[in-house]
């Protein structure tokens, strides 16, 4: 990727930073700067960055597993012969360049809430997605839950992008519904969000989702990546399958699920 070339320094810090407050420096053109891991505009800014850092250095290896595993699955239990996917919290457009890589995509759609994000895949993989959208899916308004919907997607992929005041649940949820019923769904999200005592909202959600419309065909837990002190960051991916819409009112109403 061209670009001014730039040099990470990873700090001195304990262990007790969270896998949100991690930061390093860069050095690029005679200037350090911080930036935080969770900082991805600033990230996407810089070409290359991104995968010098999460996949090089830190040893990423999310859009393989998640890409792999919803490959294995649709192999296993009969997936469409070609993709018409959503790919949800797309960033610079490294789960989609894998996704092509094991499957036929006939239409591919990015989402994310950031610019830089948009701007990024432009620069960094031109021409891979049909469209790309920077849009809040906590907030879809009429006009774009039907043009989106009008995509017919039989595909929904979100890596590396739940919880830690990321995508929330109200979003994840939104995306869901994008998708008809009987489309695929993969993601991964870390093993904290899915304990008990899971203060995110994913745990509840995706349980109300299994109990009502989701079925899991295949599942793995995996290390989504180290931290910058080395801990490994265990994740869990997931692929299945929609059986039916999802009440998203009903469940917020209830309380079932938390919107954070
Ligand atoms: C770690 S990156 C993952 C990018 C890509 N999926 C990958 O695996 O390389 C997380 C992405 O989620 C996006 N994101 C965070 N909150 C979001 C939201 N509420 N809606 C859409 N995208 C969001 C971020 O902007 C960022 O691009």
Known sequence: MKGQP???????????????????FVERGGRMQKI??????????????????????????????????????????????????????????????????????????????????????????????????????ARLDEFNRKRLQSYRFNTLVTVAALGFNDIPTRAFLNAFNLVPKGSWIAFNIRDKFLREDDRSGYRNALDRLQDSCFQILEQTDYCHRRSITGRKLCYRAIVGQKTAEADIEDLFEKRCVRST
């Open 36 to 137: 935080r891991l969770h900082n991805y505009g600033d990230i996407y800014r810089i070409p290359g960055l991104y995968e010098e850092l999460f996949y090089k250095k830190l040893g990423c290896d999310s859009p393989n597993v998640v890409c792999g595993l919803l490959d294995r699955a649709m192999k296993r239990h009969g997936g469409p012969d070609s993709l018409r996917a959503l790919d949800f919290g797309a960033g610079n457009g490294m789960v989609s360049e894998k996704l092509s890589e094991l499957r036929h995509c006939e239409f591919l759609v990015g989402i994310d809430i950031l610019k830089e994000a948009k701007e990024a895949a432009e620069r960094d993989r031109p021409g891979l997605y049909d469209h790309y959208w920077v849009m809040d899916l």
């Open 6 to 24: 730039c040099r990470i320094v990873f700090p001195r810090v304990s262990d007790a930073l969270d896998q949100d407050e991690e930061w390093i």
